[in-house]
T-cell receptor, first 116, second 111 residues
Framework: GAVVSQHPSWVICKSGTSVKIECRSL??????MFWYRQFPKQSLMLMAT?????????EQGVEKDKFLINHASLTLSTLTVTSAHPEDSSFYIC????????????FGPGTRLTVL | RKEVEQDPGPFNVPEGATVAFNCTYS??????FFWYRQDCRKEPKLLMS???SGNEDGRFTAQLNRASQYISLLIRDSKLSDSATYLC????????????FGTGTRLQVTL
């Protein structure tokens, strides 16, 4: 149990395009999902906390108009990188927290974004 | 100062060796502590939670010292398959609890 999927697993796009990444909890419901970004040889950095049915909470320094988050159901959150640029190339990982667990998160396999 | 600090390594050890990783955290309000393992280009996976009383899971032993805000992970009888990056993670309690990751310590176990 507690499986989280991400789609796509990797994407290459041209500068200026928008990319949508999906995060799904497959066998549990999650009111809260988290989006992280990891640059090479660096740790995971939390970008935003996504709450079902409400606006996401963004971490300091993360542009909410550039990284659009939608959490329309208890099993799906999406991250859209708008007008992507090469500096947005990174490993994007989501995690989902089950409804009744405050400290446990289950991670998706990640999406590797390369912007040319 | 980073919220969670780790020695980035790499630690290169022979198979069968015992290796210890350390981690310090700056937020005294941190409540929960974990060690995660991350393989190259993969998502992090929970290795074990860390409790004040210390806990052991097979070859892995984790310790927490709240007074010193220090966490450790000991791996005994290292296996080749233990090669990975080990991430120290802390969180606060509550519905808005967020995981804060250290930069990780790279372990390479060799023959």
């Amino acid at each position: 149990g507690a499986v989280v999927s991400q789609h796509p697993s990797w994407v290459i796009c041209k500068s200026g395009t928008s990319v949508k990444i999906e995060c799904r909890s497959l066998d549990f419901q999650a009111t809260t999902m988290f989006w992280y970004r990891q640059f090479p040889k660096q740790s995971l950095m939390l970008m935003a906390t996504s709450n079902e049915g409400s606006k996401a909470t963004y971490e300091q320094g993360v542009e909410k108009d550039k990284f659009l988050i939608n959490h329309a159901s208890l099993t799906l959150s999406t991250l859209t990188v708008t007008s992507a640029h090469p500096e947005d190339s990174s490993f994007y990982i989501c995690s989902a927290r089950p409804l009744d667990q405050y400290n446990e998160q289950f991670f998706g396999p990640g999406t590797r974004l390369t912007v040319l | 100062r980073k919220e969670v600090e780790q020695d980035p390594g790499p630690f290169n050890v022979p198979e069968g060796a015992t290796v210890a990783f350390n981690c310090t955290y700056s937020n005294s309000a941190s409540q929960s502590f974990f060690w995660y393992r991350q393989d190259c280009r993969k998502e992090p996976k929970l290795l074990m939670s860390v409790y004040s009383s210390g806990n052991e899971d097979g070859r892995f032993t984790a310790q927490l010292n709240r007074a010193s805000q220090y966490i450790s992970l000991l791996i005994r009888d290292s296996k080749l398959s233990d090669s990975a990056t080990y991430l120290c993670v802390v969180t606060t309690t509550g519905t808005a609890s967020k995981l804060t990751f250290g930069t990780g310590t790279r372990l390479q176990v060799t023959l």
